[in-house]
């Protein structure tokens, strides 16, 4: 009986996994599929047709692809640096409309995509940040907020303020405090919803396509058309693209908090 329990919990692991990894899998051969036709199980031949796409150079993809990943970085550090701030305040201090800051929070979540970007785009227009870079960053923070926000709300209350108060009691000055004390216990909520923040700017197509009009272009506004083309080879070779980058880019997040490291007793998100 013990047996079987123990077992239950392995099959349904081993169920997630597969369910995860064989949609991959299947996405990575196709990108190399020259024909596959129907009901054929193996693929009738292979061809390079999806790569040489994206890095051929005459797409634009691969040189698209970087400033995209810098776009989505810039978004996520101001994401973090602001939803924690904001998380700071709304768990150790009281003060007049913290609820009504803690509600708007979600208010990017709440508000139909369509909605959102139509109106921002209109104010975006009066202002001068429609059709240029800054206006889809501050977008693409905003659509990020909500996630990094709750993040470190829920990582700042675990931790509190009692650590920072005794490293006060004991001497420390404010910048030891956010060295020593403050950000390795803030590490993992910093990392999580760095990464989080990225995807969620890399991974945006309506907002992008119409707070920048055209004119600024990312991996995904060229990715989506042909995702909804139909033309499986050259898809699937640019969601392996969109993938690998940005595991590559959760591992540079990863090394950045290694190199943080300074003391071995920290806690740190490894």
Avoid at 246 to 266: C, G, P, Q, S
């Amino acid at each position: 009986m013990k047996k079987r329990k123990n077992i239950l919990p392995k099959l349904l692991i081993y169920a997630f996994i597969f369910t995860i990894l064989f949609p991959l899998a299947l996405t990575a051969v196709w990108a190399f599929v020259g024909r596959w036709p129907w009901p054929r199980l193996l693929p009738q031949s292979f061809s390079l047709r999806g790569i040489e796409e994206i890095f051929g150079g005459y797409s634009g993809a691969f040189q698209t692809l970087g400033s995209s990943i810098l776009l989505s970085a810039v978004v996520a550090i101001l994401a973090v640096i602001v939803g924690t701030m904001t998380a700071r305040a709304l768990v150790l201090y009281d003060f007049p409309g913290k609820s009504l800051i803690q509600f708007s929070t979600i208010l990017p979540i709440i508000i139909p995509s369509t909605v959102f970007a139509m109106g921002t785009h209109v104010l975006f227009i009066k202002v001068g940040l429609a059709d240029n870079v800054l206006g889809v960053i501050i977008v693409h923070l905003i659509c990020s907020l909500p996630y990094t926000v709750k993040i470190m709300t829920d990582v700042t209350a675990a931790f509190g303020g009692k650590l920072e108060e005794q490293a006060a009691v004991l001497g420390a000055d404010s910048r030891q405090i956010m060295k020593e004390v403050t950000l390795p216990a803030l590490m993992p909520g910093l990392v999580s919803s760095a990464c989080m923040a990225y995807i969620i700017s890399f991974g945006q197509y309506f907002v992008t396509l119409i707070i920048g009009g055209g004119n600024v272009k990312t991996f995904t506004l060229i990715m989506v058309p042909y995702l909804q083309s139909g033309d499986r080879i050259i898809a699937s070779a640019y969601s392996i693209v969109f993938i690998l980058s940005t595991l590559l880019v959760f591992i540079i997040f990863e090394l950045a908090v290694r190199r943080f490291k300074t003391d071995e007793n920290h806690y740190y998100f490894v």
